[in-house]
T-cell receptor
Framework: AQKITQTQPGMFVQEKEAVTLDCTYDTSDQSYGLFWYKQPSSGEMIFLIYQGSYDEQNATEGRYSLNFQKARKSANLVISASQLGDSAMYFCAMRENGLNFGNEKLTFGTGTRLTIIP | KAGVTQTPRYLIKTRGQQVTLSCSPISGHRSVSWYQQTPGQGLQFLFE???????NKGNFPGRFSGRQFSNSRSEMNVSTLELGDSALYLCASSLSQAGVPYEQYFGPGTRLTVT
């Protein structure tokens, strides 16, 4: 079974609009971490935002926020006021047993290709 | 602070050959992980090294191996290359301390083409 599901293969969004990228996950661990990465066409994965399973507040980093709904096992990325430079692939990832020393393995979703239209 | 560096950036090899990829982590990071990215399989975890020891391993054949040196630099080796090994190989480094959810920082990747 897929551990990380990203159901939107591609999205087109008008510049300056907000966009929500969906991510659902599956784990039986109580402690886990959820990450979002951006991958431009150059290939490098850029860390955007992190949410821990025990974090009570939704994470925010500048224009990025994470809409964490633990009961629904979803961790959607919200980008406010989108810019042309936001065009890229976006990956949701999970590290199970997230705070356990010795586990750095990330499981990735299939990604969403976001295109910002001027 | 310098980011994660990977060399070479591009590589073309022939089936049956072997290849070694190199990764230098961010200074102070002791954990180095390797991932393979292909259009068909997406991003898959290969293995992770910490203090010169392999801590975690993904589901890849024994042709894929790695090591880490005392300065935390890591190398990944693929022997007897197959066409399906063509991929972007990404290296990531992390502080990796107990109880703290440090993120992984990725390098630019090495794009390997097997012909």
């Amino acid at each position: 079974a897929q551990k990380i599901t990203q159901t939107q293969p591609g999205m087109f969004v008008q510049e300056k609009e907000a966009v929500t990228l969906d991510c659902t996950y599956d784990t039986s661990d109580q402690s886990y971490g959820l990450f979002w990465y951006k991958q431009p066409s150059s290939g490098e994965m850029i860390f955007l935002i992190y949410q821990g399973s025990y974090d009570e507040q939704n994470a925010t980093e500048g224009r990025y926020s994470l809409n964490f709904q633990k009961a629904r096992k979803s961790a959607n990325l919200v980008i406010s006021a989108s810019q042309l430079g936001d065009s890229a692939m976006y990956f949701c990832a999970m590290r199970e047993n997230g705070l356990n020393f010795g586990n750095e393995k990330l499981t990735f979703g299939t990604g969403t290709r976001l295109t910002i239209i001027p | 602070k310098a980011g994660v560096t990977q060399t070479p950036r591009y590589l073309i090899k022939t089936r049956g050959q072997q290849v070694t990829l190199s990764c230098s982590p961010i200074s102070g990071h002791r954990s180095v992980s390797w991932y393979q990215q292909t259009p068909g399989q997406g991003l898959q975890f290969l293995f992770e090294y910490f203090s010169e020891t392999q801590r975690n391993k993904g589901n890849f054949p024994g042709r894929f191996s790695g090591r880490q040196f005392s300065n935390s630099r890591s190398e990944m080796n693929v022997s007897t290359l197959e066409l399906g090994d063509s991929a972007l190989y990404l290296c990531a480094s992390s502080l990796s301390q107990a109880g703290v959810p440090y993120e992984q920082y990725f390098g630019p990747g090495t794009r390997l083409t097997v012909t």
